[in-house]
C-alpha cells in the first residue's frame, strides 16, 4: 500500500539497514505508509513522495498544470 504514496529513488528497491528501524525490504508491501512518512520527513535520501501521497498526507490538492498557446510579440523566428 506505501508505493501508492511513496517510490524509491536512487537505487534498486530491495533491503536496506535503517538507523532506528532495522532492516526494511523495499521490494514488499507490508511497510506501514506511517514509517515510510517518518522517514521521508526526517529527509531519508531513498524515498520520494507522489503526488497522491503528498494529497492523501497532508491534503495538498493534485494540480494540473494548463498550457495556454500564446503569440510571441516581436518574435525573430517566423
Known sequence: MWKKYFRVVKLVPGQVVVPGYGTIDFSKDNISVEVCQKLFESDFPYLAITEEGKN???????????????KLKNSRLK
Open 56 to 70: 492523501f498526507l497532508y491534503g495538498e490538492p493534485v494540480k494540473a498544470t494548463v498550457f495556454k498557446k500564446t
